[in-house]
């Protein structure tokens, strides 16, 4: 683990009772002792120094110093990495089959994508539409346990979010409401003068929010493509063979995150 | 699926018999009538014109009509898709865990890698040099199968190869010979000059061979990383997170990918 993400509760406090599973987790499966340092990061991507005071049976307390720069706190697995400029990306993913969708929450959360919203489309397999609120509950649940996991064992400094709510396709461009360029990813090119990937960016401060959109497994219609066109959203041609919906997005996530950190910014 | 991949006996002959599982997948799974075509791909990459002329109990026949364009044939799904070119991609992947080594194998393969060889570091989990021959050669058929099916599905025109040994990574040189640039992805830079993946494709023609190196869950170690430059193997940082193991090589390949078919060749 490179940094534990700290609970929904904390803001901000000098110190922390962890209880039940959190704890045992810390003591047990990553044997952290009395006196030693981890690195924390809060919900809002704010990054913690904390320190093991005192274990107990079922709970510990840490304390709890907040750091102006990441670097510097020792952690249980002490690899340097990269440390930023991140680009600012939403991946807006079609619904898949529950495995496939974990899969994808998982690696796009590892490369550090800032939000992620699942889309219902026409051909996507699992309609949720009529879904109890109960079993939607449960996905989303399960999706933000991935992206805790994910997050803990990157150390992604970008605190990845789920969105609560599925959007229909066709309200997904008043929902991303002009905040920086929509790409759609589609097999064919949709006309003459489409752009690549490398021509859309390049323009781009490293910060404008970037939105991709993923099909499902069965791609988009013909009306959707002229619906999202209509939008705004720029199609784009992966120049590549035909892809898995969970092979997709996170080759789009690659390409783009690596054009726009090798930019000279 | 997009596409048949031939057996590995058929050598360009103008009709073939299928027995067994293989005919029962054609007729049973995707239930092709006698008079229906479909795009086949011989173990060399050639494409035919499949067509289906007999159908008997446990077996069926077929017409092969080899094809000078892919586009023309009609296959039981007709996607539009990207044509090429490809870059000339191999992926040398330290051993990971099965579970993990075959989505590396699926994903890699539905991208478009040519080649993939499994390579034996110090950090790798799995240590496979004392394993019965029996052990390694499940173990290879296995991927095999992998890249059968991600082939099938995916349409890919290139017939991707599992290297059927195992490469102590000491030896990985001398094994690639130098037939193009090899990169070795690190978490962190090595040194002040080193360049971004732009700077080390951008003069390239499209149909270099590349070599990626992607190292083990625990990374390299120090006297790996010096070893593998001394070879003349290029240290790449990749602008992100530290990623899992089957996350780093779709994450290079798409990046590469997408460089080298973006650019103006």
């Not at 859309?200 to 009306?223: K, N, Q």
């Amino acid at each position: 683990m490179r940094q534990y993400i700290l609970p929904r509760t904390f803001k901000g406090e000098d110190s922390l009772v962890l209880r039940g599973k959190e704890s045992q987790y810390l003591i047990k499966v990553l044997r952290l002792k009395e006196g030693q340092h981890i690195l924390g990061r809060d919900q809002a991507g704010r990054a913690y120094q904390l320190t093991i005071e005192k274990i107990a049976k079922q709970e510990c307390r840490l304390s709890c110093m907040e750091l102006k720069e990441d670097a510097s706190v020792q952690t249980t697995d002490a690899l340097p990495s990269y440390a930023g400029p991140y680009p600012n990306l939403t991946l807006m993913q079609c619904l898949c089959k529950g495995k496939k969708e974990d899969q994808i929450v998982r690696q796009a959360t590892e490369i550090g994508v800032r939000e992620i919203v699942l889309v219902q489309s026409r051909y996507c397999v699992p309609d949720l539409s009529s879904k109890s609120e109960k079993a939607l509950g449960n996905r989303f649940e399960r999706l933000d346990r991935q992206v805790k996991e994910a997050l803990q064992q990157s150390g992604s400094p970008l605190s990845t979010e789920i969105h609560p709510e599925i959007i229909p396709l066709t309200e997904l461009s008043k929902w991303w409401n002009n905040r920086g360029p929509a790409l759609f990813f589609h097999q064919s090119n949709r006309n003459e003068s489409q752009k690549t990937l490398h021509e859309l960016l390049e323009a781009l401060p490293i910060d404008t929010p970037i939105a991709l959109l993923v099909g499902p497994e069965g791609g988009f219609s013909e009306e959707e493509c002229i619906f999202l066109e209509d939008a705004g959203f720029h199609p784009v041609l992966l120049r590549t063979n035909i892809l898995r919906s969970e092979t997709a997005g996170i080759y789009a996530l690659s390409a783009i995150q690596t054009i726009m950190t090798e930019k000279k910014n």
